[in-house]
């Protein structure tokens, strides 16, 4: 499904949603098959450790795809009392994660492994609750899994 910039009702409005700042070309909307199917290798790793921390955002995530950067995959998380959003970046390999401030904070592959980092970050911004625990990590990179309910 294709949406303008002003929004779809079933992505959030709330500051986190990249469709509130990308107002030129078109957003749609992405199951969660096709925006992994072309993630790369460092945004599968990210999803996994993210996943690993917060089994419970694997559903609740949205996925979108915009026409002026169609290669990158965006992610948007609506949680408790907030909510964040993430950008692939698949040409220069930069995981870019904002909160409701709606500031980005770029990590690449400069000096340190990024994708904990980004993932740390993340975590910061979508905090736990009564429902969700810490489980296990994938540190493995060459273990990926799919976004999608399983």
């Known amino acids: 499904m294709t949406s303008s ?4 009702p079933r992505v959030s409005s709330a ?5 509130r ?6 957003w749609s909307d992405e199951r969660c098959e096709d925006a992994s199917s072309r993630t790369p290798p460092f945004g599968q790793r ?4 993210l ?3 917060r089994p419970t955002l ?7 795809r915009w026409s ?4 990158d995959v965006y992610g948007v998380f609506d949680w408790h009392g907030g909510g964040a959003g993430v950008q692939l970046d698949a040409a220069l390999e930069y995981v870019i ?3 409701d401030d709606g500031i980005p904070t770029e990590y690449g592959d400069w000096g340190e492994d990024h994708v904990p980092l980004a993932v740390a970050h993340m975590l910061r911004l979508l905090q736990l609750d009564s429902q969700d625990t810490e489980p296990i990590t994938t540190t493995d990179p060459t273990h990926h899994i799919g976004f999608g309910t399983s």
């Open 5 to 8: 910039a002003s929004g779809d």
């Open 68 to 71: 002026v950067q169609p290669d």
């Open 46 to 49: 990210f999803f996994a450790e």
């Open 51 to 53: 996943f690993g921390h």
């Open 21 to 26: 700042w990308g107002t030129t070309g078109m």
């Open 97 to 99: 994660v904002w909160g």
């Open 58 to 64: 694997r559903s609740t995530g949205r996925y979108l």
């Open 15 to 19: 500051a986190h949603n990249p469709q």
